[in-house]
């Protein structure tokens, strides 16, 4: 039996790729940052099935020996670094915590493998922020990094690192350099998740309105059940590499704001206003990846479109309202 060890096993992406090793028979173990409320944490997996099945155990990135301990304990065949302060918008108001925990936490992971689990294959989560402004054309891995955010800085960072101690230290590790991904256990705080949520609450007569910020943006949306599928494929490979995890097809905010309203019936602009608080200092016009490597290398194709993620997405809201309306 496989073992793995998960970093970020409560966020979204955690949850589906604990679903994934576990019907594939892996031993999955989480690190869990213990803190006050952590009841909650574990709501991504129990919503999963897979609440219970996945061991926890007490770590934090930004501590290098409690990393290499659990190491020595857990002894995965493969790691997967999920871990990080994800969120762009707040890594303009604590930028050294992002850098601390996305940056120097990655730079932790690896010294504790490379010193306490060299043959185990490890897996960092890239973001496509790291490309900021694209350049007209769909990015891939020969492109230019240009960070707008410490966000994304802080993981050009970590993605330089894994490639330093792949190259130095012949560890097999690779980065995913994955772009925008969403399902119903994303965030709120993330900007499909809560148009999905506004046009849910607004069907339902819960609410009137939806505030929002840069209407203009484009990113390239793919669902998280995908996305988790390329990261495993990745670590079975004969060697490793890096590669973009994208749909190759981008929409803009307002389109997202199109389809989730529509899906109820409604039209979106009668309800969707823009603040000014929701605009950032420096925002990424359009993402757009180009996912050729994945496709040839790992045979990876996205099963979700959009719309049916958009769909799903916004059902799950509506069911979630409704069962708190009781
Ligand atoms: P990101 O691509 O990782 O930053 O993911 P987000 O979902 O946070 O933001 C995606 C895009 O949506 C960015 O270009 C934001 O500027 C834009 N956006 C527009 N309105 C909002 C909003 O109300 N909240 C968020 N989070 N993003 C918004």
């Not at 309800?271 to 757009?288: G, I």
């Amino acid at each position: 039996m496989k073992r793995a060890l998960i970093t970020g096993v409560t966020g979204q992406d955690g949850a589906y790729l604990a679903a994934l090793l576990l019907s594939k028979g892996y031993e999955v173990h989480g690190l869990l940052h213990r803190h006050g409320g952590s009841e909650a944490v574990a709501e991504r997996l129990h919503r999963l099935g897979c609440n219970g099945t996945v061991q926890m155990v007490d770590g934090n990135l930004i501590d290098l020996s409690s990393l290499i301990r659990l190491l020595q304990k857990v002894e995965p065949d493969e790691i997967y670094n999920l871990a990080a302060q994800s969120f762009v918008r707040m890594s303009w108001d604590q930028p050294l915590l992002t850098a601390h925990v996305t940056a120097l936490g990655t730079g932790n992971l690896l010294e504790a493998v490379r010193i306490a689990a060299p043959r185990a294959r490890f897996f960092q989560a890239g973001s496509s922020e790291m490309f900021g402004r694209a350049e007209g054309r769909a990015q891939s891995e020969a492109s230019n990094f240009h960070p707008r955010s410490p966000y994304a800085s802080a993981k050009v960072f970590a993605h330089c690192l894994v490639g330093n101690y792949r190259d130095a230290f012949g560890l097999f590790a690779c980065n995913g350099i994955m772009f925008n991904h969403d399902s119903p256990l994303r965030g709120v705080e993330f900007v499909l998740r809560k148009i999905t949520d506004g046009a849910a609450r607004i069907s339902l007569g819960l609410a009137k309105d939806l505030s929002l910020g840069n209407l203009e943006a484009r990113r390239d949306f793919g669902h998280s059940r995908d996305y988790v599928r390329a990261m495993w494929l990745m670590l079975q490979q004969e060697t490793a590499d890096d590669y973009v995890v994208a749909t190759g097809r981008a929409a803009s905010i307002r389109d997202l704001c199109r389809i989730a309203f529509g899906h109820v019936g409604l039209d979106y602009e009668a309800h969707v206003r823009v603040d000014p608080a929701f605009l950032r200092p420096a925002d990424v016009d359009v993402t757009l990846g180009d996912p050729t490597r994945a496709r040839e290398r790992l045979g990876w194709e996205p099963e979700t479109s959009l719309e049916a993620m958009i769909a799903e997405m916004v059902d799950a809201d509506l069911a979630r309202w409704r069962a708190r309306a009781g």
